[in-house]
C-alpha cells in the first residue's frame, strides 16, 4: 500500500488505457465502451459529455467496479492513483472506494436512505474510516457546515425526505467528500434540480474542489454546465471519445462533426424562433454492441466520406493537449445545417383579442388543515398564434396554472377563464367538446403520458374518434395527415410507445394533442426528458406547427435558452404570484424583476462569459406561509427598504407591454441592474 | 412545406415489430426459466389432467361401494387401500380433483372480476366512495375468511353454487385492495389526464385505460387467491358446509376418516390430504415464479 501511496502522489488521479466494457444482453455481449482513453492529473476537473445512451455512466461504474452483473470490463486498464484497479481483490476494492473514489449520483432523493437520520448517515462514512463515534459527529457537522448547511445540527436529526433537493444533493456531496476522495465523480449532479439551486450547487462544487484539491470526473448531458465547471472535456459517442481537449477551446472552436452538431442543437446567444431553426443531428445512436467499422459516427455525419467508412481514424493533434478523432478535423465546423429555411419565418405575429384570458384565477390546495396557495390572482391573456412562456422556480405555481387552464384543477371562487371571449366551464366536467379540444397539453414525459399498452394507431385514433367524431377511413386518412404533420412514419402506427426512441414518442403526443386542431396547447417541459439533438427538432416542429395553424402556445420549461427561444412573451412566476410579464426581449434584458434578474444569473451560460452572479439566499419559502408584503422580499438581492416587508407591490405596467410586481421604480432597477456585480450577493451562509 | 430536413429522424435503428415480440418472448422466457413455476406447473398440471380425465383413467368407480373390502390397506389391488365403505380412494382421490378446482377456480375468479371492479373504482375514484368501501374492506379483512365462510354457509344450504358465492364474496375486498393500489400508482400518470382531456367517461378510463396496465398484479394476486380458495374450501368440507357427500370430495373424505386414524387405518385420511396439500403447493409455487417474473 505505502508503494502505491508514493506512487499516487505524481501519478494522475485517473488513468483509462483503452477501456473496453460490455453488457451481456440476451446472451450476447453488447460492446458499450470501445476502448476509452483519458487521463485525469491530480486536482483537474474533467468532464464527460453526450447523449444518452453513448456510455457516460458506465464508465463511471467501471471506474468505481460497479458494473451491473451482466456488464464486464473486457480489455483495457483503470487506473486510480497509479493503483491497477481491475487487479484489485474484493477487499481492496472496498477500500478504494471507501478512501480514494466518491461518486455523487444524478438522485439524491435515491442515494439516500429513507430511514437513517442524515446526521447518522453522513457519520457512517467517518466511523468506516476509524473515527469513533463521537468524533464522526463532530465532523459530520464541519462536513455540513463545509457544504454550506446554515443549521448542521438540526439538518442531521432529520430524514432526508425533509430536505429540499439541493439540501439532499449538499448532503451527498458531504458523503461523498468525507472520506476525502482524491477522485469525485459526479454523475448528473444537477439535473432534476431548479437552476437557482444548480447554480448553488455547482458553486459549491467548485469551490470544495479547490478546498480539498480533488480530482473531478463530472458527467453530464448539459454542456453549459460542463464548460463552467471543467478544465478539460471528452466528447463521448457510442462508447469512443471523439475529441478532447480543453473545455472553452473545444466549446469555442470544436473540432469533430459531432461536437459541432451537439453545439447547434442549443438554442443560445438570444437566438429567437423567427430567424433560424435549430440545427439537429440526424439520424439515431448506433444501438449497444452494433458492429461499427471506420468512424463511429460515419451514419450521422454530414462530412461523412468513403475513408470514414472503412478506416476508424486515429488520434488527430489539433494543438496542444486537444486532439480529435476525425478524418476531416480542420473542417469540421463546416458540416452542412441540416435545418436551412427559417422555421416559421411565417409565424403569425400575434395580436388582436385574446384567444384565452385568464382573470384573478388564484388555487388554494388544504394540506394537513394548511391553506396552501398555489396560485394567487393570476390574470393573463394569450394572443392568437403567440407563444407565452412561463418560467419559474419548482412549486412556483407553473403546473398549477396549466391546470386551471385545461380544466383539471378548478380555480378559487372568483376565477374566471375565457376562451374567445365565451367564459369557460371551471372543470373539464362542465366543458363541452369543443371546449375541451380546443385546449391541449403536450407532457413532460411521454413515457407517462402515453398508454404504454396502446399503440401509435389507438393513442392518436382515440382522440380523433372523442374530439373530432372521426371514423373508419376518414379518421385513418386524418391520422395519416396527423402524423406526416409532426413527421412520424406512419409504418410505425402499429408500435407500442416502449418500442419508440424518446423523440418519436414526443413526437405522437404532440399529434395527440393537436387531433382536434386545439387553439391553445399547453407544453409542459416537452423537451426535458429529451437529448438535446431530438429537443432541437422537437422544438422546431413546434414552431412549425405554430406557423402552420396559428395555434397559441403556453410554453412552460425550466430551460430558460428553450424558452427564450420559443416564446414572443415571457411571464414570471414566483410563489404563485406573477412577478414579470413582457415580450421575450423585455423580460431578457434588464431593468427586469429582481427575481428574473437571479434566475437568468443562475443559468450557466455557453459561452463561458462572466457575468454578475446573484444567487438568491435559502430556498423557496412555503407557500403556506408566503412572507408578508412582497413574497420575494426574505430572498431578494435588490431589497428596496423596509416596503417590502410591509406592502406587497402591486402588478405594474411599467413600460408599454411590460408587467412588474415591484417597489422599485424602473428607472432605480435600470440603474442597478447596469452596475456591476452586485456587492450584496449572497450565499446561504 | 418542409422546414427541417431531418429524413432519419422517421426510421428508428431497429425494425419496432420485432422489438416488441422480443420483450414479450423474454418475459415469458423469464417465467419459464423460473424452476419454481416450472414445478408447480408440474403439480399442477397433473391434477388439472386429473379433472378432466381422472374418472375416466381411475381403476374403479368412485362412487362404488364394497362392504366386505372396506377399510383394506394399500395394496397392488388398491393402491391407496379402500374407505369405510370399501370405495377405492385411489380412485376417489384422482376423481376428488374436479370439484375442488372448479369450485376454487369459480370462486377465484368471481372474486377477481368483482374485486378488480372494486379497485379500479376506488382507486380511480378516490373521495367519498373510496372512503366508505375501503372502511368496509377493512371490516371484511379483519375477520378469517374460514370463519365469515363458515357463518354465512351454515345458514344457507350448502352446495357447490353457494360456495363459490361465499368464498367469492369473501375474497373480493382483499383483492380490491391490491388492485386498487396498483391503480393508485397508475391514475397519477399523464395518461390517465390525457383522457380526462378527450372527454372519456370514467367507467372508460378505469376499463380501457387503466386495466390493462395493472393486469399484471391482477394476474399474480389470481394465483395467490386461488392458493387460498383451494386451502378454504378443503377447510370448509372438511367442516360439512362445503363440497357435500357422496361428492369424492378431498375434504369430505378427510372428515369421514380422520376418526379412523386413531385405529391405525391412516391410508383414507392421508392420502386426500396429501393431495390437498400437492394442490395448495403447486399453486403457490405457480404464484411465486409468476410474482418475481412479472413484478421485477
Redesign the interface.
Known amino acids: 500500500m505505502s508503494l502505491a501511496a508514493t506512487a499516487a502522489a505524481t501519478a494522475p488521479a485517473l488513468e483509462l488505457d483503452d477501456l473496453c466494457v460490455a453488457y451481456r444482453v440476451?446472451g450476447a455481449w453488447r460492446q458499450v465502451l470501445r476502448g476509452v482513453s483519458l487521463s485525469i492529473a491530480q486536482g483537474e476537473s474533467f468532464g464527460l459529455v453526450g447523449e444518452s445512451g453513448c456510455g457516460k455512466s458506465t464508465a463511471a461504474f467501471a471506474v468505481m467496479r460497479y458494473l451491473p452483473r451482466n456488464g464486464r470490463v473486457t480489455s483495457g486498464e483503470i487506473r486510480v492513483g497509479g493503483a491497477d484497479l481491475l487487479a484489485m481483490s474484493e477487499a481492496d476494492v472496498r477500500r478504494h472506494r471507501a478512501r480514494t473514489v466518491s461518486m455523487v449520483y444524478q438522485n439524491p432523493g435515491a442515494a439516500l436512505n429513507p430511514s437513517i437520520r442524515v446526521g447518522d448517515q453522513v457519520a457512517e462514512v467517518f466511523e468506516i474510516a476509524g473515527a469513533s463515534r463521537a468524533q464522526a459527529r463532530e465532523r459530520t457537522r464541519e462536513m455540513l457546515a463545509k457544504v454550506q448547511i446554515a443549521d448542521a445540527g438540526r439538518v442531521m436529526r432529520r430524514y432526508p425526505h425533509q430536505l429540499s433537493g439541493g439540501m439532499q444533493q449538499r448532503v451527498v456531496i458531504a458523503m461523498a467528500l468525507a472520506s476525502d476522495p482524491t477522485l469525485l465523480i459526479l454523475d448528473e449532479p444537477t439535473t432534476g434540480l431548479d437552476a437557482t439551486v444548480e447554480a448553488e450547487v455547482l458553486d459549491l462544487v467548485a469551490s470544495l474542489r479547490r478546498e480539498f484539491e480533488t480530482s473531478v470526473l463530472f458527467i453530464s448531458h448539459n454542456l453549459a454546465v460542463i464548460r463552467r465547471m471543467c478544465d478539460r472535456v471528452g466528447v463521448l459517442y457510442a462508447g469512443r471519445l471523439v475529441e478532447e481537449g480543453p473545455a472553452d477551446e473545444v466549446f469555442r472552436d470544436p473540432r469533430h462533426p459531432y461536437s459541432v452538431g451537439l453545439l447547434r442543437c442549443i438554442p443560445r446567444g438570444g437566438v429567437r424562433k423567427g430567424e433560424r431553426?435549430l440545427d439537429?443531428i440526424?439520424?439515431?445512436?448506433?444501438?449497444p454492441g452494433a458492429d461499427l467499422r471506420g468512424c463511429v459516427f460515419t451514419e450521422?455525419c454530414g462530412l461523412a466520406q468513403e475513408v470514414c467508412r472503412a478506416e476508424e481514424p486515429p488520434l488527430y493533434p489539433v494543438s496542444e493537449g486537444r486532439w480529435s478523432r476525425c478524418h476531416f478535423w480542420p473542417q469540421a465546423h463546416e458540416v452542412p445545417y441540416?435545418?436551412?429555411?427559417?422555421?416559421?419565418a411565417g409565424a403569425a405575429r400575434a395580436n388582436g383579442e385574446a384567444v384565452l384570458r385568464v382573470e384573478n384565477a388564484s388555487k388554494t390546495f388544504r394540506q394537513d388543515g394548511h391553506h396552501v396557495r398555489a396560485l394567487a390572482e393570476v390574470d393573463l391573456g394569450l394572443r392568437p398564434g403567440e407563444t407565452l412562456g412561463l418560467v419559474g422556480e419548482s412549486g412556483s405555481g407553473k403546473s398549477t396554472l396549466a391546470r386551471v387552464v385545461?380544466g383539471?384543477t378548478a380555480p378559487d371562487e372568483g376565477g374566471r377563464i375565457e376562451l374567445d371571449g365565451e367564459p369557460l366551464a371551471p372543470t373539464?366536467a362542465g366543458?363541452g367538446?369543443e371546449d375541451?379540444r380546443a385546449i391541449?397539453?403536450v407532457?413532460q414525459?411521454p413515457d407517462?403520458?402515453?398508454?404504454?399498452?396502446?399503440s401509435v394507431r389507438r393513442i392518436v385514433g382515440?382522440?380523433l374518434t372523442?374530439?373530432v367524431g372521426l371514423s373508419g377511413e376518414r379518421r385513418e386518412a386524418r391520422m395519416r395527415d396527423l402524423l406526416h404533420a409532426v413527421?412520424?412514419?406512419d409504418r410505425?402506427v402499429?408500435?407500442?410507445p416502449?418500442?419508440?426512441?424518446g423523440?418519436?414518442k414526443q413526437r405522437v403526443a404532440i399529434a395527440?394533442a393537436f387531433a382536434g386542431d386545439p387553439r391553445v396547447v399547453v407544453c409542459d417541459e416537452p423537451t426535458s426528458a429529451l437529448d438535446v439533438s431530438v429537443q432541437a427538432?422537437i422544438l422546431?416542429?413546434l414552431v412549425?406547427l405554430q406557423a402552420e395553424k396559428g395555434v397559441t402556445y403556453l410554453f412552460i420549461s425550466h430551460d430558460l435558452g428553450v424558452v427564450r427561444y420559443l416564446s414572443d412573451r415571457i411571464a414570471v412566476l414566483y410563489l404563485g404570484r406573477l412577478m414579470e410579464l413582457g415580450s421575450a426581449e423585455t423580460v431578457f434584458a434588464p431593468p427586469h424583476h429582481p427575481y428574473t434578474e437571479a434566475l437568468l444569473s443562475a443559468v450557466p451560460t455557453l459561452e463561458g462569459e462572466e457575468r454578475p452572479r446573484i444567487r438568491l439566499a435559502g430556498e423557496i419559502p412555503s407557500a403556506a406561509e408566503p412572507p408578508a408584503g412582497c413574497v420575494f422580499h426574505t430572498r431578494c438581492p435588490r431589497k428596496w427598504g423596509e416596503i417590502c416587508e410591509r406592502e406587497e407591490p402591486p402588478l405594474a405596467e411599467v413600460e408599454p407591454g411590460h408587467l412588474l410586481r415591484c417597489h422599485i421604480p424602473l428607472g432605480e432597477l435600470r440603474r442597478l441592474q447596469a452596475a456591476p456585480p452586485a456587492p450584496q450577493s449572497k450565499t446561504t451562509s | 412545406m418542409t422546414?427541417?430536413?431531418?429524413?432519419?429522424?422517421?426510421?428508428?435503428?431497429?425494425p419496432?415489430?420485432d422489438?416488441?415480440r422480443?420483450?414479450r418472448r423474454?418475459q415469458i422466457r423469464l417465467v419459464l426459466r423460473s424452476k419454481t413455476f416450472i414445478a408447480g406447473a408440474i403439480i399442477v398440471g397433473f391434477w388439472v389432467f386429473c379433472a378432466a380425465f381422472g374418472r375416466a383413467v381411475a381403476p374403479y368407480s368412485p362412487f362404488e361401494t364394497d362392504i366386505l373390502a372396506k377399510l383394506e390397506p394399500p395394496s397392488a389391488e388398491h393402491w391407496f387401500g379402500t374407505d369405510r365403505t370399501g370405495r377405492d380412494v385411489f380412485s376417489r382421490v384422482l376423481a376428488g380433483a374436479r370439484d375442488i378446482m372448479v369450485v376454487s377456480l369459480g370462486a377465484t375468479v368471481l372474486g377477481t372480476v368483482l374485486g378488480t371492479a372494486i379497485g379500479l373504482a376506488t382507486g380511480y375514484l378516490r373521495g367519498l366512495v373510496d372512503d366508505i368501501v375501503s372502511r368496509v374492506v377493512d371490516a371484511f379483512l379483519a375477520v378469517p375468511v374460514v370463519v365469515l365462510g363458515l357463518l354465512v354457509l351454515v345458514a344457507v344450504t350448502p352446495s357447490k353454487l353457494t360456495v363459490i358465492l361465499v368464498i367469492g364474496v369473501v375474497f373480493t375486498p382483499i383483492i380490491a385492495r391490491t388492485v386498487r393500489a396498483a391503480v393508485l400508482a397508475e391514475r397519477e400518470?399523464?395518461?390517465v389526464?390525457?383522457a380526462?382531456?378527450?372527454?372519456?367517461r370514467a367507467p372508460y378510463i378505469m376499463f380501457g385505460?387503466i386495466l390493462?396496465?395493472v393486469l399484471a398484479p391482477v394476474l399474480v394476486e389470481f394465483t395467490v387467491r386461488l392458493g387460498y380458495a383451494i386451502f378454504a374450501i378443503a377447510t370448509l368440507s372438511f367442516l360439512g358446509v362445503g363440497i357435500q357427500p357422496p361428492a369424492p370430495d378431498w375434504g369430505v373424505q378427510v372428515f369421514d376418516h380422520y376418526q379412523f386414524l386413531n385405529g391405525g387405518d391412516w391410508w383414507p385420511t392421508v392420502f386426500p390430504a396429501a393431495a390437498i396439500a400437492t394442490l395448495v403447493i403447486g399453486v403457490n409455487l405457480v404464484a411465486d415464479g409468476l410474482t418475481h417474473a412479472l413484478e421485477r
Open positions: 440476451r431553426p439537429t440526424p439520424g439515431f445512436l448506433p444501438s450521422r441540416t435545418a436551412v429555411t427559417p422555421a416559421g385545461l383539471l373539464l366543458r367538446t375541451v391541449q397539453i407532457f414525459n407517462a403520458a402515453l398508454n404504454r399498452r396502446f382515440r382522440a372523442k374530439l413527421r412520424f412514419d410505425l402499429g408500435a407500442r416502449s418500442q419508440l426512441s423523440g418519436l395527440r427538432a422546431n416542429l412549425e | 422546414v427541417t430536413q431531418d429524413p432519419l429522424a422517421i426510421t428508428p435503428v431497429a419496432p415489430r422489438e416488441a422480443v420483450a423474454e400518470l399523464e395518461y389526464e390525457a380526462r382531456l378527450r372527454n372519456e385505460e390493462p396496465n
